[in-house]
């Protein structure tokens, strides 16, 4: 799927929810969620891409996986929301340590995007009421310490791309 059907799909998911056909939603979303970690990877390497262009679709990462996270979990599929924020969240993890100019021009997004993920993923947990989950989301806590240590490393080193 092209970046701008993902994007068309993107918006009608976002239209459809907006009025309660999570259904649909659902299965647009699951096609956003698909192609759109692709289409950042290929935005990233190519050196025409504007910032602002990258931080719509860093915006557009972390929104969908909210959203059919939030679906998911209606639909009584609570390992896959976990999942579906974890991925994205890990995403945007590995993509805020890479050396390149757009990343250090995005930052803020991504660190917003990881953090609101994070807090998703931690409402969620607490929610299941259930110690395998609190669990899982320590893990992810830990990783999370680990990535912020990565950054702050990177940080000094400077952008080589």
Known sequence: MDLQQCWTNYLKAEQLLEHGHWSQAHHLYDQVLTHLPGHIQNALND????????????????????????????????????????????????????????????????????????????????AQRNAQWMLEFEHVQKAHHHFTSLKSYGGSKGYSH
Do not use: W
């Not at 924020?85 to 945007?92: D, M, P, R, W």
């Open 47 to 126: 050196e025409n891409t504007k910032p602002c262009q990258f931080g719509c679709l860093l915006r557009s990462l972390r929104d969908s996986a909210i959203s059919q996270s939030e679906i998911l979990n209606k639909m009584g599929q609570h390992q896959s929301a976990f999942d579906v924020l974890n991925q994205s969240y890990a995403l945007l993890q590995f993509i805020s340590i890479e050396p390149f100019e757009l990343i250090e021009a995005t930052h803020t997004i991504l660190d917003k995007g990881c953090s609101d993920l994070l807090s998703h993923m931690g409402a969620f947990c607490n």
